[in-house]
C-alpha cells in the first residue's frame, strides 16, 4: 500500500507577482548560491523556473492576483495512487497540470485546515531543476 507519508520533501514554492519572476529568480541565485534554469510555462497558464537548491519561483496564470510563499511540494514516486489515497481522506486536488515531463497535484488549503502543497511525480532521471531542459 502506497503512503503519502512516505512522500519526499522536493521543493518550496514562491509565487512572483506577474512579469517579476526573472527577477526575483536571479536574486535568489546570488543570494543562495544555486541556479535557476529557464522559465517552464505551466499547462493551464502561468510560468515556474525551477532551481537545484529546492526553491521554485512562480507566476500565476493571467488574471490571478497572488503573491508570496505559496507552500511546499512533496515528490511521489506514484501520482495516481497518492491521489487516490488523499481522495479516499476526503481531498481532491483543485489543479494538477503537466510541467515537462512532471505531474503536480496542488490541494486546496480551504480543505487542509491552511496547508498549501503539492503532489509531484516525474522521473528518477528528471530531477526538478532539469525540466526545463527535457522540454527543448
Known amino acids: 500500500r502506497l503512503s503519502v507519508m512516505k512522500a519526499q520533501f522536493d521543493r518550496v514554492a514562491y509565487i ?30 502561468g510560468w515556474a523556473n525551477y532551481s537545484s537548491g529546492g526553491i521554485e519561483v512562480g507566476e500565476p496564470p493571467e488574471g490571478v492576483d497572488a503573491e508570496g510563499l505559496w507552500g511546499f511540494v512533496l515528490r511521489v514516486p506514484d501520482m495516481e495512487a497518492a491521489k487516490a489515497e488523499l481522495a479516499a481522506k476526503g481531498l481532491q486536488p483543485l489543479w494538477d497540470p503537466v510541467v515537462g515531463g512532471m505531474r503536480e497535484a496542488m490541494y486546496n488549503p480551504e480543505e ?24 527543448k
Open 112 to 135: 487542509t485546515k491552511g496547508v498549501k502543497f503539492a503532489l509531484c511525480e516525474y522521473p528518477e532521471s528528471m530531477p526538478t531543476a532539469n525540466i526545463a531542459a527535457a522540454m
Open 16 to 45: 512572483a507577482k506577474r512579469g517579476q519572476s526573472q527577477e526575483l529568480a536571479k536574486y535568489l541565485e546570488g543570494l543562495f548560491d544555486i541556479k535557476f534554469d529557464d522559465p517552464v510555462e505551466i499547462e493551464g497558464g
